[in-house]
């Protein structure tokens, strides 16, 4: 099993930044990949960027340009740095790992004021 953790997220104005990071433990050999979806009141949960074994980096449309993940192998962490944030981008951001399937890690609320 592989267990994720999310840093806390917080509360940030429109057009400012926040970094969230993502510890994950366990039986973490041969990850493929780690990532960060989210889901906002009353959507579905979506995809929002991840990066493979080999380092390649995924994002979606809506944050390309804005945010960027990254990861230390040494210390089992995968960051999701935010820039520019929108009052669209108010969710619950999960942290994942995927390997036999897909992990998920409880949540985390970021919330972006007008």
């Known amino acids: 099993q592989v267990q994720l953790a999310e840093s806390v997220g917080g509360l940030v104005q429109a057009g400012g930044s926040l970094r969230l990071s993502c510890a994950a433990s366990?039986?973490?050999?041969?990850?493929?990949?780690m990532g960060w979806y989210r889901q906002a009141p009353g959507k579905q949960r979506e995809f929002v960027a991840s990066?493979?074994?080999?380092?390649?980096?995924n994002y979606a449309d809506s944050v390309t340009g804005r945010f960027t993940i990254s990861k230390d192998v040494a210390k089992d962490k995968v960051y999701l740095q935010m820039n520019s944030l929108k009052t669209e981008d108010k969710a619950v951001y999960y942290c994942?790992?995927?390997?036999?399937?897909?992990?998920w890690g409880r949540g985390t609320q970021v919330t972006v004021s007008a």
């Open positions: 366990g039986t973490i050999f041969r990850l493929n990949s």
């Open positions: 990066i493979s074994l080999s380092a390649t980096k």
């Open positions: 994942t790992a995927t390997r036999d399937k897909i992990y």
